[in-house]
Structure formats: C-alpha cells, structure tokens
C-alpha cells in the first residue's frame, strides 16, 4: 500500500521497492506533491541491480556511514570502529545497503512511465503502486489510481502491465468494461455510471505470465459494495467473474514472485552481523 499523509510535508513519497524474482533490477514509483496547484504525480522507474563487488572488496571493510541505517550506531573515528558492535560492514554490505538506496542509484535508474504532468485540475492526484512481477519476471503488475482530492477518484482506477527489460507499457480498460456490463445486467444496484468504483488488483495467477486477479468496489454514500473477484487474461483480454462475493485471499491462486524490499540495513544484535532487511 501507498502511505500519502506526509505528502504535503515531505513533497515526495515512493512507494515500496519490488524487486524481481530473478532479482536483477527494481522497481519503484516517485510521488511528488506541487503545492501551488495541490497535485500529485507519479513517475515509474526501474533500477538495474549493478555487478556484485568482487571477491577482494567482500574481504575489505568499508566503515562509510551511508551504509549503516541504525541511528543508534555511532562511528568512533578516535578508534576507527562501530560502537555497539565489534562488526564492520563489508564493502559487500556496503554495496548492497547502496543497491538497494534509490537516492544512491540516480544515475542507474531508468524512467518507465509518467502519470499527471498534463493533468490541469486543481487538487488532481495520480498514483502508481507496483503489485508484483509475472512469473517469468518479464512483466510488472502496476495499480494506477487517478481522481481530485475530497471529491474522489475520476470514475474508477486502472492497471498498467509494464515490462522493465524492454519499456514497455500497457494500459488495459477492458475489465472495466465487464465489471459493468455484468453489473448493469443484473439490475440490483445503481448503474456503475453513475457511482464511484474501483479496481484492486491483487497479482498474478500462479505459475502464470499473462492472467491476473483483481477485486473491484463500489462507492455510494452511504456503504461500498463488492463488485467481484476477477480473472483477466491480459493476451486475450477476455474476463472472467471468479465470484461474486468476497474470498480470502489465501483460497485465491494468487503468486508471490517479486519481493519488497526495505532499502535499510541493519545491525543483528544476536549475531553481530550486519545485514539488509527485506521481506516478500
């Protein structure tokens, strides 16, 4: 998920790093608040993972503060050590604490996609959150949200396929399309015209490089209403209506193929090592 609430304070907020499942690269998306006019934009970046150091440098320690993420270490110059730990970090930690730094991989990054520079609506936001990477890891699962603050998104969200490797992009609105022809049909709510609703996607289908699964809601005034589990099939663009009441997540057959990454690292108190924190 994407935490906005410091936006106006801090001007810019990223979104977390997912990184492949062949872990060759990252990607992350940059939120930047304009003050003057109260929008949000968002642009996509993919960051190749640089060579490992070599065997000589992984034997080197490398006391440089960049690397150490503790604020309750402190660097002894008098005698030239870490305080709190008898462990330096490696030049390989070292590296590893910058790889995964995007304020230390500027110059490496590579934009992908940009949303909301031409927008001109007062107060307008657009957001993009990658989800996770195909199973192949050729392809990138990305939530694209777009509306004016305290009036609610512009008519429903959307998701974008983006494959890193080659740059491309691929907006899909055919579910949307779906979702309300099989809604409007059944004639139990208000048209989807005429609400705001919104699509979750969720991931990809295990073991699979083209279908994805995504929940969708509606919003009235008074309560939201579930709108269905989904499957869509980004080659064919057909859609299928898994069910049309909630699922546990776990009973879905949902992949878990990139991982999140948090770019801290960190001093292991049991151990004495310093290591990267990161979780899928």
């Known amino acids: ?62 006391p440089t503060r960049y690397a150490i993420e503790a604020k309750q270490q402190k660097y002894n110059k008098k005698q030239r050590r870490w305080g709190g730990g008898s462990h330096q970090p490696s030049i390989a930690e070292q590296h590893y604490g910058s790889v995964f730094d995007p304020d230390r991989q ?26 996770d990477f195909s199973a192949n890891g050729e392809a990138v699962l990305v939530h694209y949200r777009t509306g004016v603050y305290n009036t609610g998104l512009k008519s429903t969200s959307s998701f ?52 994805i699964i995504v929940d969708a809601w509606a919003y009235d005034t008074k309560e939201r209403q579930y709108l269905g589990v989904w499957r869509f099939d980004s080659q064919s663009e057909q859609s299928q209506l898994l069910s049309p009441t909630e699922v546990p997540r776990e009973q879905l057959p949902l992949a878990q193929n990139g991982w999140r990454v948090s770019p801290k690292v960190m001093l292991d108190p049991s151990t004495g090592q310093w290591r990267r924190l990161g979780a899928r």
């Open 1 to 62: 998920m994407l935490n906005l609430s410091q936006l106006t304070k801090q001007k810019q907020v990223r979104s977390p790093i997912m990184l492949s499942p062949q872990r060759d690269g990252y990607l992350f998306a940059e939120h930047s608040f304009f003050a003057e006019t109260r929008q949000t934009v968002a642009e996509l970046y993919w960051v190749p993972i640089q060579e490992q150091p070599s065997a000589q440098q992984q034997g080197q320690l490398a």
């Open 106 to 131: 500027r110059r490496f990054r590579k934009r992908l996609y940009r949303v909301g520079y031409g927008d001109n609506r007062l107060k307008a936001f657009h957001t993009l959150v990658p989800v």
């Open 160 to 211: 974008l396929i983006v494959r890193p490797h080659t740059g491309q992009v691929t907006r899909y609105n055919e579910l949307q399309s779906a979702i309300r022809s099989y809604w409007d049909a059944q004639g139990i709510m208000a048209p989807l015209d005429t609400v705001a609703w919104e699509l979750f996607p969720l991931g990809w289908v295990q073991g699979s490089n083209r279908d």
